[in-house]
């Protein structure tokens, strides 16, 4: 099954370099050089746009990509060699920024001019005196458990709220959802209802035993929304992946089935993305409707137990 929210990372880029007839020519190395920027250009800023993507609304709508860029490009215009030791200054001084910037946004009265002038003046110096930073890292340890405390109390406060969000803006589609799910089964009595919320129709029954949480799967599916969109599909090709890694709603409905069985199930949220939803394809709080085929089961290969250490040992001794 696809997942729906891209993880969190920068991919790496293997390159490699073999030897050719011609190709020390400086055209050549030209041509090769401008291929490796466009190629590199393309792959990290696609991957640096997913994550992009997935900053909060709130966050996105205070951000600029052209100051992004504006950004990036006042770095990268610089020579590596040349200004290297600026670029060690702005390096250190990105990380920096990000602690005054937690303090600031928690309320934090922060004076950047005097901290500027004061971390210039200290790093000019020939030598520290060991005894005076240790006296001021004792009064800086003091206060910054306060701000720590202070920044704690507002990640608190920005999560709550986050949450109330969430829910209020999940709460129509809940609502949606299970007046969806009732008419279908109002309309059709052989709908069942498990325990835990989840509804499902028999289309046709298999054989043979049923997969568990630990075993592996090949699923023909069909994902929609309650309004017949279609958000996700296999295509009509069986789809292999673990029963562990898909939300609790499908993988309760895979157990109910067989081998060549077929239903229809309907994932209530709190059995699927729950009220945060999964990126632009599932709105938050959305109930799924599944079109599914179990086509096979891979059954998890059990490791046998590790024998005790006295018994391998005098089997060990008999050979």
Request: charged share 25%; proline share 4%.
């Amino acid at each position: 099954m696809k997942k729906f929210i891209v993880a969190l990372g920068v991919t790496a880029v293997a390159l490699g370099f073999s030897s050719c007839n011609n190709s020390g020519s400086s055209e050549n190395a030209g041509a090769s050089n401008d291929s490796l920027a466009i190629l590199l250009g393309e792959v990290q800023a696609a991957n640096y746009n997913n994550l992009w993507n997935q900053l909060p609304d709130s966050m996105k709508q205070k951000l600029s990509k052209d100051d992004f860029i504006a950004g990036f490009k006042s770095i990268m215009e610089k020579d590596s060699k040349k200004d290297q030791a600026y670029l060690m200054g702005a390096s250190t001084a990105m990380q920096l920024m990000n602690n005054i910037a937690q303090m600031e946004d928690a309320g934090v009265n922060f004076n950047t001019s005097l901290y500027i002038s004061k971390f210039a003046e200290v790093f000019k110096k020939d030598s520290v005196d060991n005894a005076s930073l240790q006296a001021s890292t004792d009064k800086l340890t003091i206060q910054m458990t306060e701000v720590q405390n202070l920044i704690m109390k507002k990640r608190e406060a920005d999560q709550q709220r986050a949450l109330e969000e969430q829910n209020a803006a999940a709460e129509p589609n809940i609502k949606a959802g299970k007046e969806y799910v009732e008419s279908q089964k109002k309309a059709d009595p052989s709908i069942k209802t498990t325990e835990s919320g989840l509804s499902y129709k028999v289309i046709k029954e298999g054989t043979g035993t049923k997969p568990t949480r630990s075993d592996r799967v090949k699923v023909i599916y069909t994902g929609k929304h309650i309004d017949g969109s279609v958000f996700d599909s296999s295509n009509g090709q069986p789809t292999e992946f673990s029963m562990a890694g898909v939300v609790p709603g499908f993988a309760e409905a895979l157990q109910l089935m067989a081998p060549g069985a077929k239903y229809v199930v309907y994932i209530p949220s709190e059995l699927g993305y729950g009220v945060r939803g999964a990126g632009e394809n599932i709105k938050p709080g959305e109930t799924l409707v599944f079109e599914l085929e179990l086509a096979a089961v891979e059954p998890a290969v059990t490791k046998p137990a590790a024998k005790p250490a006295a018994a391998a040992a005098i089997e060990a001794a008999k050979k």
